[in-house]
């Protein structure tokens, strides 16, 4: 039996200042080819089928092959159209959650009483709770089994504030995502450079820090799988 995978999207499509968002195109696609060959994968989002994706993340990865591939790719898109409604997903049937990011999981995920009820599902049961970029707010509400937050006391990282002002975003997002890990009690850490790949295991709880970690996170979130 092959392991099962939940790539959980955003179903927002605007950020605060109006502006386009949605899921982070190699955020998806790095991952999902790294652990397509050995697992069965679903995508889910809070609102089902086609969830957005970032037009910009497409524009900005149009010279990157495993980007463009997943686009074009019949089977991905097949997913895409009949992705799960958050709602209709039972936990049980998973052996791990992965949370795209992109700016959306910030405006809905973070706040979805259905997602922090799914997170915390998967995290108590001890199975991959994984999440790269902004995809680690879609964590913001999950918690462990005596009701604290997943990230206290251990070690994650997200996109950094730093990066959030470089990409002069602070204003697209109810919250900075760095500081809510701390406010939460969670270790946060980050690469010693702004856009430098770095992932963070600390028991089933995996993160990675922005989209140059997309790749490093599948390989993780397989070493886990594989364990």
Known sequence: MSPRILFVFTSANKGLTGDPTGWYLPEAAHPFWILSPHAEIDFASPAGANPPVDPGSVQAFKEDEESTKFLEDPTVKQKLASAKRLVDVDAKDYDAIFYVGGHGPVIDLASDPVNA???????????????????????????????????????????????????????????LLEDRIKELGGNYTKADEAWAPKVVVSGNLITGQNPSSASPIGKEILKALQK
């Open 117 to 175: 009820k799914l997170a915390s599902a998967f995290f108590q049961a001890g199975k991959i709770t994984a999440a790269v970029c902004h995809g680690p707010a879609a964590l913001v509400g999950a918690v462990d089994a005596q009701g604290e937050s997943i990230f206290k006391g251990r070690e994650a990282t997200g996109f950094s504030n730093v990066e959030e002002v470089k990409a002069d975003k602070v204003k697209v997002v109810p919250f």
